[in-house]
């Protein structure tokens, strides 16, 4: 996966940015890239490769020297193609999870499976094998799902041809699928030390909207003088939850219904299109209700259910990744950042209760859950 040849500078720099971030080296290289661009890019791949490469640019050039030497001005060799990238893609100018996990794989034989073993990321960040593993089991939760996206196109056109035999398969295929979506989860255990992620990789995600670290923003040299502020990559990116939540009518508090609303800016705009046209179907929940049908009931309310297992068991991996482990580094028993020869000295605090997109993670994730839950349909 390469730019074309005038974007050799990028490619030379994003290869490399593990090293160069511990380091401390990528500031002065990014200092010296010449300012490229961005219309020798064509299509649409080409676009998305060069947005996840300048997005993993930016992030290490902001992050480099931990929550305390962050920078106000990203510099213009860097912000204007950046910028146009995005505006081309309808993306913001920050890395989301459509770089870090959407665009950022490939096969290591490409006649393999899509299975870990066979897969590798394209660009990396401090973190090692736990980044791999944390960007390749979050691609696999996609993986899982995919089944259960076809489940909601049939589910919607079942409805609207009174179809309920399709229905009742949908709906099945989408509990199958968001079970899946939980099984690939678990794998997180396996490839990610909870130490590096949350000391080594953790800030390398967060963002400059609702961060105290960068209380003003960030000033995209060139573009303008007034500083932006966007939110760090977040699952809440993801379309997955969105589609579910919206096929099975289910309706968060305020507060996190804002949250969620805001991560679909983030989405690619054909994603975001996804999840609004579903938005816009006919009320699956008031079709089963009405049609008195018991399976129905039955198999809406296991997806219901897959989903609250789901979100549940995110909980469990948020407090081992984030709450466990942020009282461990401030015990001082996580070395995980010198032993990666990170650049954070200690690990980061100003995220300690916040997820990466700048939610309070733990009120947001179980008000998601719960009202998730309260989506059941009571027989």
């Known amino acids: 996966m390469e730019l074309p040849a005038p974007y050799g500078p990028w490619m030379e720099i994003a290869h490399d940015l593990p090293q160069l971030i511990t380091s401390h080296q990528l500031r002065s290289r990014v200092h010296q890239m010449p300012q490229l661009s961005t219309q020798h890019l064509h299509g649409r791949e080409e676009l998305h490769l060069a947005h996840l490469v300048l997005s993993f640019i930016t992030m290490g050039y902001l992050w480099q020297e931990g929550e305390k030497g962050t920078v106000k001005v990203l510099p ?22 459509a770089d870090f996990v959407l665009a950022n794989w490939r096969r290591k034989n490409p006649h393999g499976p899509l299975e870990i073993d066979n897969l590798d990321t394209i660009i990396a960040l401090p973190g090692g094998e736990s980044l791999r593993g944390f960007i390749l089991v979050t691609l696999l939760v996609e993986k899982a799902a995919v089944p259960g996206f076809k489940a909601i196109v049939e589910a919607v056109r079942a409805v609207l041809q009174l179809d309920e035999e399709t229905l009742h398969r949908a709906l099945q295929e989408m509990a199958e699928a968001i079970r899946d979506m939980n099984k690939a989860l678990k794998r997180m255990h396996d490839h990610v030390d909870p130490a590096v992620f949350y000391t080594v990789i953790r800030i390398f995600l967060s963002g400059w909207k609702d961060n105290p670290a960068m209380p003003d923003g960030l000033i995209y040299e060139g573009v303008s003088d007034e500083p932006m502020e966007y939110s760090g990559g977040s699952a809440a990116q993801s379309t997955i939850l969105h589609a579910f939540d919206e096929l099975l009518g289910i309706r968060h508090s305020e507060e996190s219904a804002a949250f969620l609303h805001r991560m679909r800016g983030y989405m690619p705009p054909p994603h975001r299109a996804f999840v609004e046209e579903i938005h816009r179907a006919p009320s699956l929940k008031q079709h089963v209700l009405s049609s008195g049908d018991t399976r129905l009931h039955v198999a809406f309310n296991q997806c219901v259910s897959a989903l609250v297992d789901f979100r549940s068991y995110h909980i469990t991996i948020v407090t081992k990744y984030i709450t466990i482990a942020a009282a461990k580094a ?37 008000s998601i859950r719960d009202a998730t839950r309260e989506g059941m349909i009571n027989a």
Not at 335 to 362: D, N, Q, R, V, W
């Open 330 to 366: 401030k015990d001082g028993r996580a070395e995980a950042g010198t032993k990666f020869g990170s650049s954070i000295e200690k690990p980061p605090s100003a995220l300690e209760a916040k997820g990466t997109g700048g939610s309070h993670i733990f009120s947001f994730l179980k």
């Open 76 to 97: 213009q060799n860097l912000a204007v193609p950046f910028w146009e990238v995005s505006q081309a893609l309808g993306l913001p100018p920050i890395l989301s999870h």
